[in-house]
């Protein structure tokens, strides 16, 4: 079956384009288009669930949990470029990061070698701090 790409589809894609250095709650992103549609009719939020979870399932987006909470936040996941290499996320001011393709590909190596463990790209986040806010220290 295809996918239909219909107003809110690509409203709510467009968004998350536009902002694919950070990451969002289906909350905050109901929110952020109502307050910025044009659009005579608004996109719910169980519109904006519904789709986060076909595009999840199409690997459009990603999707992790917000720090220690039940909560998921999602980022566009940049559809073939991001799909092959791991992402660095600041504890400080929630920046994510694009690691370099062939680090990427290196660090996976080495820790398959090492300790003979396959580390799945597509649901791994690094946590830490970027330099911006360690240069604040």
Do not use: P, W
Not at 12 to 38: C, D, M, P, R
Request: hydrophobic fraction near 30%.
């Amino acid at each position: 079956m295809g996918t239909y790409n219909t107003l809110q589809r690509r409203e709510l894609v467009e968004f998350l384009v536009n902002h694919s250095n950070n990451q969002y709650t289906v909350e905050e992103i109901a929110k952020e288009l109502e307050a910025h549609s044009g659009q005579e009719k608004k996109i719910g939020k169980s519109t904006v669930y519904r789709l986060m979870g076909k595009l999840l399932e199409e690997g459009v987006v990603r999707r992790t949990v917000k720090g220690n909470s039940r909560h998921f936040v999602y980022q566009y996941a940049g559809g073939v470029t991001c799909a092959h290499h791991l992402h660095m996320k600041c504890r400080e001011c929630g920046r994510i990061l694009h690691m370099n393709d062939e680090e990427s590909r290196n660090l996976m190596v080495m820790l398959q070698e090492s300790s003979s463990f396959n580390l799945d790209i597509r649901e791994t986040l690094l946590l830490g701090q970027c330099d911006r806010c360690s240069e604040l220290l």
